[in-house]
């Protein structure tokens, strides 16, 4: 993907390089304490030479609550679907010539500096994430990720039991993945506060 390629060297990494970011490929990271921003140049399935398709997708993960979830430590360069927010851009970016390179080349720096570094700022602690977490009401959903990693909030903010309550209630479910999955999270939450302790 040429003029993807042309995008990601010419705009977008020296941009987010001014900005602290660290390249691998077509993926950036900013670590800030013990959060990890993350963005991510997608190229889209059915792009052909004659028109390459992207979508810049961004998000902050948490390397401790990987861990914590995988039993493994995360990559050194996460990948946007490693992240606990994650978004993009509303619209993908169509590349047919060299003319929309430029244009999208500087319309992605503006969507970088106005709204994701804004957003990444915005989580400035294990609250903000847990507020992210309510308004998006993952309490209300099936998915059981999303629910480990409020419960992981709550033990970040001091609320072991609620964290727990969360846990137990997963690894009751009849879904026996992410049983399974709730049980070594507490597990491994176990083994953390007994090193701390």
Same mark, same amino acid.
């Given at each position: 993907?040429?003029?993807?390629?042309?995008?990601?060297?010419?705009?977008?990494?020296?941009?987010?390089?001014?900005?602290?970011?660290?390249?691998?490929?077509?993926?950036?990271?900013?670590?800030?304490?013990?959060?990890?921003?993350?963005?991510?140049?997608?190229?889209?399935?059915?792009?052909? +030479?004659?028109?390459?398709?992207? %979508?810049?997708?961004?998000?902050? @993960?948490?390397? #401790? !609550?990987?861990? =914590?979830?995988? /039993? &493994?430590?995360?990559? +050194?360069?996460?990948?946007?679907? %490693?992240?606990?927010?994650?978004? @993009?851009?509303? #619209? !993908?970016?169509? =590349?047919?010539? /060299? &003319?929309?390179?430029?244009?999208?080349?500087?319309?992605?720096?503006?969507?970088?500096?106005?709204?994701?570094?804004?957003?990444?700022?915005?989580?400035?602690?294990?609250?903000?994430?847990?507020?992210?977490?309510?308004?998006?009401?993952?309490?209300?959903?099936?998915?059981?990720?999303?629910?480990?990693?409020?419960?992981?909030?709550?033990?970040?903010?001091?609320?072991?039991?609620?964290?727990?309550?969360?846990?137990?209630?997963?690894?009751?479910?009849?879904?026996?993945?992410?049983?399974?999955?709730?049980?070594?999270?507490?597990?491994?939450?176990?083994?953390?506060?007994?090193?701390?302790?």
């Amino acid at each position: 993907m040429e003029r993807v390629n042309i995008l990601v060297k010419n705009y977008l990494s020296p941009a987010l390089k001014c900005l602290g970011f660290k390249k691998q490929g077509h993926r950036w990271k900013r670590e800030r304490d013990c959060f990890v921003d993350v963005i991510e140049v997608v190229v889209l399935r059915g792009s052909t +030479s004659e028109e390459e398709r992207c %979508d810049l997708k961004y998000g902050v @993960s948490i390397p #401790k !609550f990987y861990y =914590l979830i995988w /039993n &493994d430590k995360q990559k +050194s360069f996460p990948y946007e679907a %490693d992240c606990i927010f994650r978004s @993009s851009l509303v #619209k !993908f970016v169509t =590349l047919t010539s /060299n &003319d929309d390179v430029e244009a999208a080349g500087e319309m992605l720096c503006e969507y970088v500096n106005n709204k994701i570094i804004s957003t990444f700022d915005s989580f400035t602690g294990f609250q903000m994430i847990q507020e992210y977490l309510v308004n998006s009401k993952v309490m209300e959903r099936s998915y059981p990720l999303d629910r480990i990693y409020y419960a992981l909030t709550e033990i970040e903010l001091g609320n072991t039991e609620s964290c727990i309550s969360i846990l137990n209630g997963i690894r009751f479910e009849k879904n026996r993945g992410w049983s399974t999955r709730a049980k070594n999270v507490l597990e491994n939450i176990k083994v953390e506060q007994d090193k701390h302790a």
